[in-house]
């Protein structure tokens, strides 16, 4: 599994401050249903463009400071972080493709 657990004290580092590839990252909750269904499609986006691509996993309920920092209302969230800008988002369970055209934004 190539994604990194995305907490307030690696945000700098692994987002913010990250130049390169695109960051992608999930807003997610273990009691969340759809979260859990758009999990594994997360996990392939990173197994398949690992070197392309850094996704990231944000808990909400260990990390109320980030999801508070993102407005984050619903979940699940998806973002797309380029050079420390937000480039595009999209909320609720998406299909891969539609995830995948996210980062071409």
């Given amino acids: 599994m190539n994604e990194i657990e995305i907490t307030k004290e690696n945000f700098d580092d692994e987002v913010r401050n990250y130049r390169g590839m695109p960051v992608l990252l999930d807003f997610w909750a273990s009691w969340c249903g759809p979260c859990m269904m ?27 400071e980030l999801a508070a920092a993102f407005k984050v209302e619903s979940i699940p969230l998806v973002v797309v972080v380029k050079d420390g800008a937000i480039t595009a988002g999209a909320m609720g369970y998406r299909p891969k493709e539609e995830i995948l055209a996210l980062l071409d934004k």
Avoid: F, R, T
């Fill in 38 to 64: 758009l999990s594994p499609i997360i996990e392939e986006i990173a197994d398949e463009y690992d070197g392309k691509i850094k996704v990231g996993k944000v808990n909400v309920d260990e990390q109320p």
